[in-house]
Nanobody
Framework: VQLVESGGGSVQAGGSLRLSCEDT????????RAWFRQAPGKEREGLAA????????YYDDSVEGRFSISRDNAKNTLYLQMNDLKPEDTAMYFC??????????????????WGQGTQVTVS
C-alpha cells in the first residue's frame, strides 16, 4: 500500500480546502482509511476515518461538523473536505491505511501505512 496526499496549502481563516490521498496497490475492503494531523510540538491526532467495505465514517469531536471524509472507491482516492478552517487547524496532514479490522476506527495503532503528509496553514 502506498499513499500519496495532495491538496494542502495556505488559506485564510474561514476558508476551505480539500485534501486528496491516492491509494495504490491492493485494497483490502476490510480496512479503514483515515486522516491524521500533527502540529509542531504536538502529538499526532486522528481526525476522521472511513471503513471501506461499509462506507461508515467516524469523526473526532474537534472536527465533526467542519470536516468531511469520503472515498471514491473506483478511483481509490480518499478525500478530506475541510470547511471553516481555523488557525489551530494548521498542521501537517497525513492519510493512513489500517490493517484488516472489523469496523471503523481512529485508533492509531491500527494504522500501518502512512502517506508523506501535506501541509495546511491557516492564517
Amino acid at each position: 500500500v502506498q499513499l500519496v496526499e495532495s491538496g494542502g496549502g495556505s488559506v485564510q481563516a474561514g476558508g476551505s480546502l480539500r485534501l486528496s490521498c491516492e491509494d495504490t496497490g491492493y485494497v483490502d475492503k476490510s480496512t479503514c482509511r483515515a486522516w491524521f494531523r500533527q502540529a509542531p510540538g504536538k502529538e499526532r491526532e486522528g481526525l476522521a476515518a472511513i471503513y471501506i467495505e461499509s462506507g461508515r465514517t467516524y469523526y473526532d469531536d474537534s472536527v465533526e461538523g467542519r470536516f468531511s471524509i469520503s472515498r471514491d472507491n473506483a478511483k481509490n482516492t480518499l478525500y478530506l473536505q475541510m470547511n471553516d478552517l481555523k488557525p489551530e487547524d494548521t498542521a501537517m496532514y497525513f492519510c493512513a491505511a489500517s490493517k484488516a479490522v472489523a469496523g471503523v476506527t481512529l485508533w492509531e495503532d491500527e494504522y500501518k501505512h502512512w502517506g508523506q503528509g501535506t501541509q495546511v496553514t491557516v492564517s
